[in-house]
């Protein structure tokens, strides 16, 4: 729970000797986030069945009003081919977002902050305009046979509000900065 906390509150850094993108720890705004925004599997590493089956992991929001406007989504796995995994966060309403489609290199295992540091397979602007409160579940699929693999950690950062529209392409010129001062 807490190492998640201080994941998706760090600012984003590239490691220069490999290239990795990694968030810095940033335990002031860690200690300021509403836990009602964060939501953690408590509990031991679990195994994954060998190209069988699948294993969940879920975390609750609570307490949070509003709607999503974003979701980060830290995620953990032990496995020594991420390429024979899948990942898909499951909402609370039951809207799921492929996280991981077997991609990645061998002896790499994920962990990775989808939302942040890392690209989902499928856009998490699925969950925007969603409910956020209830329980959102990681499912890890092992597609193939020969190497087994657990999950370690997972949690879920939840932004509420509305969802920021991207400022379209055409209208570049017709918009314009608007700046206050109080």
Request: net charge neutral; no cysteine; hydrophobic share 40%.
């Amino acid at each position: 729970g807490i190492l998640g906390i201080l994941r998706s509150t760090g600012d984003v850094i590239t490691d220069p000797r490999n290239g990795i993108l990694t968030p810095r720890i940033d335990t002031l705004a860690a200690v300021q986030l509403a836990p009602s925004r964060f939501g953690a599997y408590i509990g031991g590493a679990f195994a994954v069945p060998d190209g069988t089956g699948s294993a969940s992991a879920a975390a609750t929001i609570s307490g949070l009003s509003g709607s999503v406007a974003s979701v980060q989504v830290w995620a953990q796995i032990d496995h020594p081919d991420p390429r024979e995994l899948q990942l898909r966060l499951t909402g609370p309403d039951g809207t799921s977002v492929l996280l991981h489609d077997r991609t990645g290199t061998p002896q790499r295992p994920i962990n990775a902050v989808y939302g942040r540091t890392d690209v989902s397979a499928q856009p998490l602007s699925a969950f925007q305009g969603r409910i956020a409160n209830g329980i959102w579940t990681l499912t890890v699929q092992d597609q193939a046979a020969g190497a087994t693999g657990r999950i370690r950690n997972f949690s879920v950062l939840v932004t509420p509000g509305q969802p920021v529209a991207a400022i379209p392409a055409q209208a570049d010129g017709s918009v314009l900065p608007v700046v206050g001062r109080v």
